[in-house]
């Protein structure tokens, strides 16, 4: 599975942006789904996801109430629907999918199997 991510970009504190995870190769059906993120210096920290079969989501409690993740119903498609932006949030967000993780390890990086490229999200305040 390849992934592509897209959307990244500059925004003020306060303001929106759609990340979207394209899947080439293979749909994420039977996958686990995720967005990771990090900023300079610092680990590759866990965001939100969706466990495999597609009926838990999750997020980290630093997002909840602000960021949406979401797959479209062909299933080759995952996005991230961020709002309220804070510069905190300022990082190289990735997504990634894997055939086998369970949800107690859905936070953990190594879990996953397929990464994309990142993209940059920037925040101002």
């Known amino acids: 599975v390849q992934l592509q991510a897209s959307g990244g970009g500059l925004v003020q504190a306060g303001g929106s942006l759609r990340l979207s995870c394209a899947a080439s190769g293979r749909t994420f059906r039977g996958h686990a789904v995720a967005w990771f993120r990090q900023a300079p210096g610092r680990d590759r920290d866990f965001v939100a996801a969706?466990?495999?079969?597609?009926?838990?989501?999750y997020y980290a409690d630093s997002v909840k109430g602000r960021f949406t993740v979401s797959r479209d119903n062909a299933r080759t498609t995952v996005y991230l629907q961020m709002n309220n932006l804070r510069p905190e949030d300022t990082a190289v967000y990735y997504c990634?999918?894997?055939?086998?993780?369970?949800?107690?390890?859905?936070?953990?990086?190594?879990?996953?199997?397929?990464w994309g490229q990142g993209t940059q999200v920037t925040v101002s305040s």
């Open positions: 990634t999918a894997g055939p086998s993780v369970i949800n107690s390890n859905l936070a953990s990086p190594t879990a996953y199997a397929y």
């Open positions: 969706i466990d495999r079969t597609g009926g838990g989501i």
